[in-house]
Structure formats: structure tokens, C-alpha cells
């Protein structure tokens, strides 16, 4: 009973093994880069006309009868093939064409049986076959077109050799990935002479280029000289003013002592001449106080009494007149009372009446001869007042001539100043060759005509004074309308000069 038990267990793995074995060998997997075609068996394969007689099996697994149906595979792989093909253009031109044609059998079940049928057991020969078919139709779309046609426009070319070989790729069950036309060579230089003249273009352009690259580096170059130059420059003036004040320092340093000698010798005369103005000045003061001012006192004193003596003769005189007026008057009122009383009388005598007119005439004379005699007598004080005025002026200016003379001037300043620069009212064109220095000793020239005056003034009283002093008098007397003052007394004639000044250019 056991030894059955391991008959049994024995067969039953012994036929285990076999159909292992027997499923191995029918049992085959389509790659995903390949195809199965299995033949030997009525098969019908969707998408394909019925009774093909094959069977395509393509990523997945299927049982295969060894002995009864053939399996083989078809590479689905990416396949190339090397074009160069020698053309004629349309204009008669001799090119050759080099280009790369990647193509692969379909993936749908027609183009795989097409690809079978025909590249089963050539699969090798495939990229010959390939060429082949597109070297002829490249060969017919290169005549219909030009050299520049191809140059410009490669898609057009690519495009249209794929067009044209589509119908018969897809008979052959193959689709083209990609098609490149890598070169067209030119035998006889046409593409090399038609690409001349924008060859010469293009280097003319890079010729300008690069000599507007070089002309803006040489600019550059020389600023950046130029830079150096200045810069250099600069340095050079820097180092020089630098040095100018160092050598001015030294010098300064060299001059301190002669210069702080000078300095201090010009302060000692500064100081000195000032200490000689305030001399001047106090001297000036102190003849103001102690000869101008009394003499100024006096001479007003003696004008004031004068004039006060003038104005109490006029009163006088002019009271006598006015006394003698109205005697006068009270007598012509009672001579012609008394007059036209004896008219009255002799009335009624026609004789009386000669008498009365005669009277009456006699009466009015004596009126008038009244008034005549206090107008005479008025006058005459009033001339003896003047006559004491102009003798006490003449006494002050015997006096203090100096300061009566300076006083005067004092006052008549303005005018003398103007009178001095009238000289320049005619003057049209006036030429300064030494500038502000010249006018203003010009305008000095002018007003020192004043001071001529004043000269003049002291040299006429100097001779009067002398000529008094021979008389033994010490006055100047003025009356009768013949006294003699100075500068503006009444009685006088201003002293003038008359300093002709002509237009001149300088």
C-alpha cells in the first residue's frame, strides 16, 4: 500500500513536470519592441481582411503548437538610413543631397502585417529599400525647385519628399519619425558665389565694426592719457603751490625782524604825529578861547552899543521932527484961523479979499518950510547914528581884523564855493589822465579861490592899518557916503578877484 502511495505521488509529479515543460514550450511573450507572427492555423486577426492565415501578437502572451504553428518575430525597433543623393535643380544645377531618414514598422496591426509580408525574413535590407524610395522622389522635388529655394526655405524641401513618399512607406507597413537634410553640397560653387556678396556684407559690416571697436578703444586709450596727463598736472601745481608757500614762509619767517622794526618805527611816528595834531589842536583851541572868542565879545559889544547909540539918535531925531511937524502944523492952523477970521472981517470988503488969499498962501509956505526943516533934521541924526555904527566897526576891525575877517568868510562860504566852481559851467569835455587824484585837485584849485580872497582882505587891511598909523589916527572914518569897510560892512564895496578860468582839456 505505500509503495502504491508512492507510485502514485511519483506519476503525479512526474506529469506535473510535463505540463510544465510542455506549457513552457508553447508558451511565448511578444516583447514591446516586437511582434509575433504566428502562422500554421486559420487565425483571424481584428483589423485585417479574414483568412490572412497568420496571427500578430504584440505585448502579451499566447500558446503556440510546436509542430503545427511557426512563430516569429518582427522588431518594432527605430531603424536609419544615411540619404545622399546627387540632384539636378530646376535651373540645371548639379547638387548632392545628404540627409537621415529615421523610420520603424507601425505599431497598428495592418502596418505590421504589410512590414511582414515584406521585411519578414529581410529585415536588414529595410534601410536600402528605404533609401531607395526617397532618393527618387528627392530626386524629382530637387528639379522642381531652385538652389535658393532649398537654401531658404529646407522645411518646404523636407516636407514635401515626406508627402511624397507617405503612400509607399505606408504599402511597405514602415512610418518615417524623422527626416533631416543635414547638407547640400554645391560641386560647382554656386551656393559659395551666391553667398559672396553677403559674405563681403557681412565682413564689410565686421571690418566697420572692428574699426569702430578700435577707434572708441583709442579714444578711450587717449582719455585715459589725458586723464593721466591732467592728473599729473594737477600734481605738479599742487606740489609747486605747495612749495611756494613754503619758500613764502621762509621768506616771511627771513623778514620778521626788519619787518617788526619798520612796524614798530612807523607806530613811534604815527604816535608822534598824532601827538602833533592834538598839539595843533589844542593850540587852535586855545587861540579860539583866548584871542577869537574876547575879540568877538568886544567887537559885538562895541556894534551893539553903536547900534543902540544909532537907535536912540534916530528916536530922537525922529521925535524933534515930529515935534517941529506939529509946531509947525499948529502954527499953519492958527495963521489960517487967524487969516480967515480977518477974511470973515474984511468980508464984505471987495479990498479984503487979495488980503485974505495972500495970507492964506503966506500960511501954507510956512507949513511946508516946517515940514522941510524936521525931514532935514532927521536925516541928519540918522547919518550921525550910521556915521557912529561904521566908526565903532572900523575901531573892532582895527582890532581883530583876523577874526572879523574869518567870520565874514564863515559866512560867505557858500557863495565864494560856488562862485569858485562856476569856472567848470562851460566846461563841455573834461579828460582826467591821474584819475580821482587829479579831480580832486582840481576841485582844490577851485575852492582855494576863497582862500585868495581871504589873503587879499588881510593885505588890504594890513595897509590900512598902516596908513592909519601914519595919520596917527588908528580908525577909519565914513562919512558924508565915503567910509570904507571890509567884507560885507555897510558902506563898502565888497573886495573881489576875478580869477579867469578857461575850458581845458587835462
Known amino acids: 500500500m505505500p509503495m502504491f502511495v508512492g507510485v502514485v505521488a511519483g506519476a503525479a509529479v512526474l506529469a506535473l513536470i510535463v505540463v510544465v515543460t510542455l506549457f513552457k514550450l508553447m508558451w ?3 516583447e514591446p519592441n516586437e511582434a509575433l507572427i504566428i502562422s500554421g492555423s486559420k487565425h483571424r486577426t481584428e483589423g485585417l481582411e479574414e483568412g490572412m492565415g497568420f496571427r500578430i501578437v504584440t505585448g ?3 500558446l503556440v503548437l510546436p509542430g503545427v504553428q511557426a512563430v516569429r518575430k518582427l522588431s518594432l525597433d527605430l531603424n536609419e538610413t544615411e540619404l545622399s543623393v546627387d540632384c539636378v535643380t530646376h535651373q540645371g544645377i548639379p547638387l548632392k543631397v545628404r540627409g537621415v531618414v529615421i523610420f520603424k ?3 497598428d496591426f495592418v502596418s505590421i502585417a504589410n512590414a511582414g509580408r515584406r521585411f519578414l525574413d529581410q529585415q536588414k535590407l529595410m534601410a536600402e529599400r528605404v533609401h531607395n524610395v526617397f532618393a527618387g522622389h528627392l530626386r524629382s522635388i530637387v528639379g522642381g525647385l531652385t538652389v535658393e529655394d532649398m537654401i531658404r526655405d529646407r522645411e518646404k524641401l523636407t516636407g514635401q519628399t515626406r508627402a511624397a513618399c507617405g503612400t509607399e512607406m505606408e504599402k511597405l507597413g514602415l512610418i518615417v519619425d524623422s527626416l533631416q537634410i543635414h547638407e547640400i553640397e554645391d560641386p560647382t560653387g554656386y551656393i559659395k558665389n551666391l553667398a559672396m556678396p553677403h559674405a563681403a556684407a557681412v565682413q564689410r559690416d565686421a571690418r566697420i565694426a572692428q574699426a ?3 577707434r572708441l578703444a583709442t579714444e578711450a586709450e587717449q582719455a585715459s592719457f589725458a586723464r593721466m596727463a591732467e592728473a599729473t598736472r594737477d ?6 603751490g605747495y612749495q611756494a608757500e613754503r619758500d613764502k614762509a621762509g621768506a616771511k619767517s627771513r623778514q620778521a625782524g626788519p619787518l617788526a622794526d619798520a612796524a614798530a618805527r612807523q607806530e613811534v611816528v604815527v604816535q608822534e604825529t598824532r601827538v602833533a595834531e592834538l598839539e595843533a589842536q589844542r593850540r587852535e ?3 579860539q578861547a583866548d584871542v577869537r572868542k574876547p575879540a568877538d565879545a568886544s567887537a559885538y559889544e562895541k556894534r551893539t552899543l553903536a547900534e543902540a547909540e544909532r537907535d536912540a539918535r534916530i528916536s530922537a531925531a525922529q521925535a524933534k521932527a515930529k515935534e517941529t ?7 499953519a492952523t492958527r495963521v489960517k484961523a487967524a487969516a480967515a477970521a480977518e477974511a470973515q472981517a474984511t468980508e464984505a470988503r471987495g479990498a479984503a479979499a487979495a488980503t485974505a488969499t495972500r495970507a492964506t498962501g503966506e500960511a501954507e509956505a510956512a507949513a511946508a518950510r516946517a515940514k522941510g526943516l524936521a525931514a532935514a533934521e532927521a536925516t541928519r541924526a540918522q547919518g550921525l547914528a550910521e556915521a557912529e555904527t561904521i566908526k565903532a566897526r572900523a575901531a573892532a576891525l582895527a582890532e581883530n581884523q583876523e577874526a572879523v ?3 565874514q568868510l564863515a559866512e560867505n562860504w557858500p557863495q565864494i564855493v560856488a562862485a569858485g566852481a562856476g569856472a567848470f559851467s562851460s566846461v563841455d569835455h573834461m579828460v582826467l589822465l591821474n584819475g580821482a587824484d587829479g579831480l580832486s585837485d582840481l576841485f582844490a584849485k577851485a575852492l582855494t579861490m576863497g582862500g585868495t580872497g581871504l589873503g587879499l582882505a588881510r593885505q588890504l587891511l594890513a595897509s590900512m592899518n598902516e596908513t592909519s598909523g601914519a595919520n596917527g589916527t588908528g580908525e577909519m572914518e565914513g562919512r558924508g557916503g565915503g567910509a570904507a569897510a571890509v567884507n560885507g560892512f555897510p558902506g563898502t564895496a565888497p573886495l573881489t578877484q576875478k580869477v579867469p578860468v578857461q575850458d581845458e582839456e587835462v
Open 235 to 240: 600734481s605738479e601745481i599742487l606740489q609747486a
Open 28 to 30: 511565448r511573450v511578444a
Open 105 to 107: 514598422v507601425g505599431d
Open 325 to 331: 511937524e506939529l509946531a509947525a502944523s499948529a502954527e
Open 285 to 287: 583851541q586855545q587861540l
Open 60 to 62: 502579451r502572451g499566447t
Open 212 to 214: 569702430e571697436a578700435n
Open 405 to 407: 575877517v574869518a567870520q
